[in-house]
């Protein structure tokens, strides 16, 4: 049963244009959502995260939106850049403050290529 | 920013051999470690949650006599693959949870280690 997924396997954006990474999950306790940037052969690269208090966290080019209602979470990146080509995962962790924070639930990954 | 190193990065060995896979937190202290295996093209799956000072306590499916955690430091965390076989080659990652801030303590994670079981 894959509590976080990732639908699109892969996404194609041109420079400069926005990327949208979508990500749905299925369990209520998740409380904490982080995304990850991940190349071949190396371990992943936290970009941002979100507790289930807010709907938008924004860090530079990168904003996540939070709709708890949905249960859905969606990266925006603005403007997207080549070197932003990667695998994004989204992530889902128990309430931060629990003993089991820190316990990370994957999605699929979604293959981003960003063409100059 | 913090760091954590996992060594060895790649690692080949024979079926039925250990192989062991350290984790160190480098510049900072985490009282909690978690094991991740990556096949390729897929995603990171928890194997395991390792306590310093205490047993680990591994997810459903995961063969704790296979894959033993050992957590001797505030900075420092093992995984050894006993008689590792083929099917054991994957990606091992792990990720640290710093000490300050309790458990709402940043998650970092390592470089990753390839194994591959021959």
């Known amino acids: 049963d894959q509590q976080v997924k990732q639908n699109s396997p892969s996404l194609s954006v041109q420079e400069g244009r926005i990327s949208i990474l979508n990500c749905d999950y299925t369990?209520?306790?998740?409380?904490?959502f982080l995304w990850y940037k991940k190349y071949p052969a190396e371990g992943p690269t936290f970009l941002i995260s979100?507790?289930?208090?807010?709907d938008k966290n924004e860090d530079g080019r990168f904003t996540v939106f939070l709709n708890k209602s949905a249960k859905h979470l969606s990266l925006h990146i603005v403007p997207s850049q080549p070197g932003d080509s990667a695998v994004y995962f989204c992530?889902?962790?128990?309430?931060?403050?629990?003993?089991?924070?820190?316990?990370?639930?994957f999605g699929q990954g979604t293959i981003l290529t960003v063409h100059p | 920013g913090a760091v954590v190193s996992q060594h060895p990065s790649w690692v080949i060995c024979k079926s039925g051999t250990s192989v062991k896979i350290e984790c160190r937190s480098l510049d900072f202290q985490a009282t909690t470690m978690f094991w991740y295996r990556q096949f390729p093209k897929q995603s990171l799956m928890l194997m395991a949650t390792s306590n310093e000072g205490s047993k680990a306590t591994y997810e459903q499916g995961v063969e704790k006599d296979k894959f033993l955690i050992n957590h001797a430091s505030l900075t420092l965390s093992t995984l050894t693959v006993t008689s590792a076989h083929p099917e054991d080659s994957s990606f091992y990652i792990c990720s640290a949870r710093a000490l300050a801030g309790g458990n709402t303590g940043e998650l970092f994670f390592g470089e990753g280690s390839r194994l591959t079981v021959l």
């Open positions: 979100i507790s289930s208090i807010k």
């Open positions: 992530a889902a962790s128990p309430r931060a403050g629990g003993t089991s924070y820190g316990k990370l639930t």
């Open positions: 369990n209520s306790m998740f409380d904490y």
